[in-house]
């Protein structure tokens, strides 16, 4: 298929932000006045299909990709923020051009082994075998103080299913990086310290005791470190792609951890990016 690129809706949104609830770095506007945070982002789309040859026969292979791709939030620097976008979803770290990394992304045909010949085609057929590598970047949550997206990469290369991960991250425009475990929690705050309270929080949303979480279709024995940690609707999540802790039938897991229940051992500057008045 032809490759295609959408830059769709670069104007500025102004997000209103007012006094009630205030915001997580404590900054509070006077009764009645609305500050506004300049957000100009580009939706970029692009796709391009292939039919392959291969020792044990023919197949066509699509990749796409989808990204919301920040170019000003507020005031803030957000190249770091740009080059954890490009590393998430295309694995680069050499390219700092978006449209250079998609370009690259579409023209790498390496996913599929044993490849013995490729030809760029207009559309796929019907009731053909076909794999496909698909990757989107969308954003969940933006305001003053942090940035959160979620970048799904999905492939079929043949079987049951395709395989599906999920790289959710927050970036904070204070600290000028991605939060993880190792910034987000004070020093001496372990895996250990932490996951007590996950299991309590997957045990609430599964509705079963914390000592049967495998009655929720939990593989006790693999949950033993803590998922890829984001904030979003003031709250700090845990993500476990399929597999990783249950069963591919049980899907991505998110365990939701209130502010209340790790403030303890939240950094300063991470409890800001909550709203409960700490």
């Not at 978006?98 to 490849?115: F, H, K, M, P, Q």
């Given at each position: 298929?032809?490759?295609?690129y959408?830059?769709l809706?670069?104007a500025?949104?102004a ?6 609830g205030?915001?997580?770095?404590g900054r509070?506007?006077d009764?009645g006045?609305i500050?506004?945070?300049?957000v100009s982002e ?5 796709d391009k299909d292939?039919r392959?040859?291969m020792?044990y026969g023919?197949?066509?292979l699509?990749l796409?990709t ?6 000003r939030?507020g ?5 770091v923020?740009q ?6 979803a ?5 390219v700092t051009?978006i449209?250079?990394a998609?370009r ?11 490849i013995?010949?490729?030809t760029?085609?207009?559309?796929l057929?019907?009731d053909?075998?076909?794999y ?5 970047a969308s954003v969940?949550?933006?305001n003053?103080?942090?940035a959160?997206?979620q970048?799904?990469s999905s492939t ?6 395709p395989?599906t991960?999920?790289r959710p991250f927050?970036?904070s425009?204070?600290?000028g990086q991605v939060l993880?475990?190792d ?11 932490i996951?007590p309270?996950i299991r ?7 509705s ?9 279709g939990i593989?006790v024995s ?5 998922g890829?940690?984001?904030i ?9 792609d399929?597999?990783?802790i ?6 991505p897991?998110?365990?939701a951890?209130?502010p ?6 939240l950094?300063p500057?991470v ?8």
């Amino acid at each position: 298929m032809e490759r295609k690129y959408c830059f769709l809706a670069s104007a500025a949104l102004a997000l209103a932000l007012t006094a009630c609830g205030g915001s997580g770095s404590g900054r509070k506007a006077d009764a009645g006045l609305i500050n506004e945070f300049q957000v100009s982002e580009i939706l970029m789309t692009a796709d391009k299909d292939y039919r392959i040859s291969m020792d044990y026969g023919d197949a066509y292979l699509e990749l796409y990709t989808s990204i919301h791709w920040p170019e000003r939030l507020g005031s803030n620097d957000i190249s770091v923020l740009q080059d954890s976008l490009l590393y998430f979803a295309y694995g680069d770290t050499a390219v700092t051009d978006i449209r250079a990394a998609i370009r690259a992304y579409l023209d790498n045909t390496s996913i599929v082994e044993g490849i013995k010949s490729v030809t760029e085609v207009d559309s796929l057929p019907a009731d053909t075998m076909t794999y496909f590598n698909n990757v989107t970047a969308s954003v969940m949550e933006v305001n003053e103080d942090m940035a959160t997206y979620q970048v799904v990469s999905s492939t079929y290369l043949g079987g049951a299913h395709p395989m599906t991960s999920v790289r959710p991250f927050t970036y904070s425009f204070a600290q000028g990086q991605v939060l993880g475990f190792d910034n987000m929690f004070l020093p001496g705050v372990t895996a250990d310290s932490i996951m007590p309270v996950i299991r309590t929080a997957l045990a609430r949303q599964l509705s079963v005791p914390v000592d049967a979480l495998d009655r929720g279709g939990i593989f006790v024995s693999q949950l033993t470190y803590p998922g890829k940690p984001y904030i979003a609707s003031n709250t700090l999540y845990f993500h476990y792609d399929p597999y990783e802790i249950g069963p591919y039938a049980l899907g991505p897991v998110d365990v939701a951890v209130y502010p209340d229940e790790v403030d303890r051992f939240l950094r300063p500057d991470v409890k800001n990016l909550f709203d409960q008045g700490f």
